[in-house]
Structures are given as C-alpha cells and as structure tokens.
Nanobody, 123 residues
Framework: QVQLIESGGGLVKAGGSLRLSCAAS????????MGWFRQAPGKERAFVAA????????YYTDSVKGQFTISRDNAKNTVYLQMNSLKPEDTAVYYC????????????????WGQGTQVTVST
C-alpha cells in the first residue's frame, strides 16, 4: 500500500519560513518523480514544484521561483519543500504526489497523493 505522508505545515507570520516533508512508503521511491501542489481556500489545486527521480532538474511554477526549493533524499524516501519569505497568498493545503511517468506539472500525471498539510501565513 502506497502512502505519502506530509508534515511540517503550520501557522507562520509573513516573511517566515517552513519546510514541508513528505515521507513515502510502499513504493520504490527512486523510481518516482515527485511533485508538490497546493489548494488555497476557494481555489482549485495547483502545481507548485516537481523534481525528477534523481533529484535533478527541479521545476517550479512562476509564482514561487526563488522563494521555494524542492529537494529529495532517496535514501530516506522523502521529498521536501523549503518555503521562504512566505506571504499570506501562500496559505493553502499543500500536497505531495508521486508519478512514475516523469516529472510533470499536470495533476493527471500523478498516481499517488498525500493527505495534505495546512500552511497558514498571517500578516
């Protein structure tokens, strides 16, 4: 049974930082590209960042470039999202996801999803 478990969310003031983690089990982690998505209140879930199987070629949505960093540790079966200079508009539920198809910004490419972790950025 594949499980993706996110952690590290919480309440932070604008300008602060958080690091999200996503621990994977039940799959051969190094065979999967990984992605982070987020769903803000009243909005559809949207792509944030993705990383290839080996950790190279990270890819970001334009709004988080230079602010967020995606990384992975295949020895720990974990993908991370370092979020700096957080803004109230970054408030959302953040989801990690796994794809066997090669990393993608399309939600349809991802077969496995975590339950999400809430990030709230206050002013």
């Amino acid at each position: 049974q594949v499980q993706l478990i996110e952690s590290g969310g919480g309440l932070v003031k604008a300008g602060g930082s958080l690091r999200l983690s996503c621990a994977a089990s039940g799959l051969t982690f190094s065979n999967f590209a990984m992605g982070w998505f987020r769903q803000a209140p009243g909005k559809e879930r949207a792509f944030v960042a993705a990383i290839s199987r080996t950790g190279g070629s990270p890819y970001y949505t334009d709004s988080v470039k230079g602010q967020f960093t995606i990384s992975r540790d295949n020895a720990k079966n974990t993908v991370y999202l370092q979020m700096n200079s957080l803004k109230p508009e970054d408030t959302a539920v953040y989801y990690c996801a796994a794809t066997y198809l090669g990393y993608s910004s399309s939600q349809n490419a991802y077969a496995y999803w975590g339950q999400g972790t809430q990030v709230t950025v206050s002013t």
